[in-house]
């Protein structure tokens, strides 16, 4: 497998930086370039207005963008670049994918199950079934060495 070129999806959790290192780790590996996508999730941030409680907010954002800096610097002889996108992370992810050469797709999975699941849906059970390029999920809780 032939890879040049890496897009890592993110979402605005705490976990996104451990999901950005281990694609940086694979773009060392492949000396790759990487496209690192962080889709704000505009339907839920509608939903948490509706229920009158709060969700990420500007300041949250600003503080995950310097997390994700931070992962950066660390990998900074990979060549990369950062795409910030609002709307629903499925289909964003999915319609960037369309007019990307990416070789290779990295998402995180909070791998939710049962009730839970059936409400939020699977962000990375879609991506999998519509991407046209190889889908390598990592999961949220998955501990770094």
């Known amino acids: 497998m032939n890879i040049q070129s890496i897009v890592i999806a993110l979402d605005e ?15 060392v590996f492949f000396n790759a370039t990487v496209e690192l996508l962080l889709v704000r999730n505009n339907t839920a941030i509608i939903n948490a207005s509706l229920a009158n409680t709060s969700i990420e907010n500007d300041d949250t954002m600003e503080r995950q963008m310097s997390n994700i800096r931070q992962v950066t610097q660390k990998y900074h002889l990979v060549e990369h670049s950062t795409t910030i996108l609002n709307g629903d992370p ?28 059936l409400i939020s849906g699977s962000i990375a059970e879609y991506i999998i079934r519509h991407s046209t390029i190889p889908v390598l999920v990592i999961p949220y809780n998955h501990e770094t060495h």
């Open 13 to 27: 959790s705490d976990f996104s930086p451990r999901i950005a290192s281990r694609g940086f780790e694979l773009a």
């Open 90 to 117: 499925q289909e964003q992810i999915i319609q960037f994918m369309t007019h990307s050469n990416a070789d290779l797709l990295i998402a995180g999975t909070h791998g939710r199950t049962g009730i839970d699941h």
